[in-house]
């Protein structure tokens, strides 16, 4: 930007996607920014969608899409709190808006654009940081599922509330039903701490129970972890051991298999030959 150039006080919002609020994971897809004095308002989405399908693999990319040229549309004469209360009814429960903060800019394009680069879009270099925690332990599910040919067989993102109740938000990443048994998977990552494996832990019992009345059939839902040694947990770092070892045990003891990423091979070719492949 020029340096000589006066700038315009504005306000943006950042769109984001969350897929699970449970887990509160999202991604910035977007950039909303008004201009108060000429009551103008630029939506602009991103046109990589890699990040977000790194987070949901299938994410409904299109419907993201439609989603912005519906948000240019309808904001073209709104302005102020009418503004906020027509994107807070425009958005999904997937796409959330942050709260506006202050922004001067060159012109609304302009900063749009630098907007984009700083919060959305950043440089090639940094648009694929490293993988780690849930996230990562998902790519390998999928992965290895694909590479058994099995993984366009099974259902994703199962919602729990189908066998529990209304409003529980809980998905389980993956799962198929051969003879007699459903089987149900998701990357649970010790990496941030147990919250994960405390909600799959308390609602084990009630998706079981769920699963038994709605299916006719029992359930066998398997939590998939880093190893041990990927996260430091070993007898030279005893706390975080404990802590491992205790996401452990507590998603064991409610009736959850537990699996490292190690034997994500094993367990696709057990569907590999249950489905028929």
């Known amino acids: 930007m020029a340096s000589g150039t006066e700038r315009r006080g504005c306000e943006f919002h950042l769109v984001r996607y969350v897929p699970d609020a449970v887990r509160n994971e999202y991604v910035h897809i977007g950039i909303i920014l008004h201009e108060p004095e000429s009551k103008r308002t630029v939506v602009q989405f991103t046109r990589d969608w890699r990040r977000v399908r790194c987070l949901d693999p299938d994410a409904d ?23 906020m209360r027509l994107l807070e009814d425009s958005l999904s429960l997937s796409v959330q808006m942050t709260e506006g903060k202050a922004y001067l800019a ?15 879009d950043p440089p090639p270099r940094e648009r694929l940081p490293r993988v780690t925690g849930r996230v990562a332990i998902q790519m390998q599910m ?24 209304s409003g529980d938000p809980l998905r389980i990443d993956a799962g198929y039903r051969p003879n007699g048994i459903v089987r149900m998977f998701h990357a649970v990552s010790l990496e941030p701490g147990l919250e994960m494996a405390k909600v ?3 609602s084990s019992l009630g998706l079981h129970a769920g699963v038994e009345r709605v299916e006719k059939a ?28 205790f996401g452990v045990e507590t998603m064991e003891e409610h009736r959850i298999r537990v699996l490292t990423t190690s034997n994500l091979g094993r367990v696709a070719e057990t569907a ?6």
């Open 61 to 83: 990319t299109e419907l993201l899409e439609g989603m912005e040229a519906e948000l240019r549309r309808r904001l073209d004469s709104s302005t102020g709190a009418g503004l």
């Open 142 to 165: 999928r992965a290895e599922f694909e590479h058994a040919g099995v993984w366009d067989l099974m259902r994703k993102r199962i919602a729990v509330s189908e066998y529990t109740r």
């Open 272 to 277: 590999r030959r249950e489905l028929r492949i």
């Open 106 to 120: 060159e012109s609304l394009p302009a900063g749009v654009e630098e907007l984009m680069r700083l919060y959305v």
């Open 200 to 202: 799959l832990a308390f």
């Open 218 to 245: 029992n359930l066998e839902l398997t939590a998939v972890i880093e190893p041990a040694a990927k996260l430091g947990a070993t007898d030279d770092e005893p706390e975080r051991l404990a802590l491992y070892r």
